[in-house]
Structure formats: C-alpha cells, structure tokens
C-alpha cells in the first residue's frame, strides 16, 4: 500500500504562484509515475501533469508554460510548482501515483486526499 499526502495548497492572489508538494509512505515509489489532478467545483476531475519513472513530463494544454512537475526519489516526494495563476486554477488538487497510468484517472491506484487550491482576483 501507498499513502499519499499533499501539502502546500491555500490563497493565492491571480498572477501568483504556490508550490505543491506530495510525499509518499508506505512503499517507495522512486518506480511509480506521479500525477497531479485537480477537480473544480461542480466539474469532473481532470489531469494536470505527470512525471514518469523514467523523468518524462506531460502537461494539460491549459497548465503548459505554467506549471512544472518534479520530482525527490530519495525523500519519496512529487512537486508541483503554479506560476501565473488563473482564476480557472481554482480547484482542489490531487496527487496521485501508478506504476503504469500517466494520463488516465481511472488507471491510477492510489490517491492523496486532495487540498484546495483557491486563486483570488
């Protein structure tokens, strides 16, 4: 089993930035993929950014320029540094790990709890 908490979410002005941050327990994950989602209200959730185990990255159309994914494998921990934040960032925010999944929610295992996120004008 994995566990996967999230931390670093809050308010945040538009045009600012936050740094998100997943550790995991439980099992190392340095051979999972680390993914990042978010789901705002009243819409379904979606994909964010993924790093492999390899170190390949992949963003939304919507977050590419803007955000950036990385990833510790010796302290087991996943990052997500927003910049520019936009009012359609407003969500909360998952991550996620899988040895296989990159882009597709249903194909990853395990899941943080999820933290909001929440950009102000």
């Known amino acids: 089993q994995v566990q996967l908490v999230e931390s670093g979410g809050g308010l945040v002005q538009a045009g600012g930035s936050l740094r998100r941050s997943c550790t995991a327990s439980?099992?190392?994950?340095?051979?999972?993929?680390r993914g990042w989602f978010r789901q705002a209200r009243g819409k379904e959730r979606e994909f964010v950014a993924v790093i492999t185990k390899s170190g390949s990255t992949d963003y939304a159309d919507s977050v590419k320029g803007r955000f950036t994914i990385s990833r510790d494998n010796a302290k087991n921990l996943v990052y997500l540094q927003m910049n520019s934040l936009k009012l359609e960032d407003t969500a909360v925010y998952y991550c996620?790990?899988?040895?296989?999944?990159?882009?597709?929610?249903?194909?990853?295992?395990?899941w943080g709890q999820g933290t909001r996120v929440t950009v102000s004008s």
């Open positions: 996620a790990a899988d040895n296989n999944a990159v882009r597709s929610i249903v194909a990853y295992d395990y």
């Open positions: 439980g099992r190392t994950v340095s051979s999972y993929n």
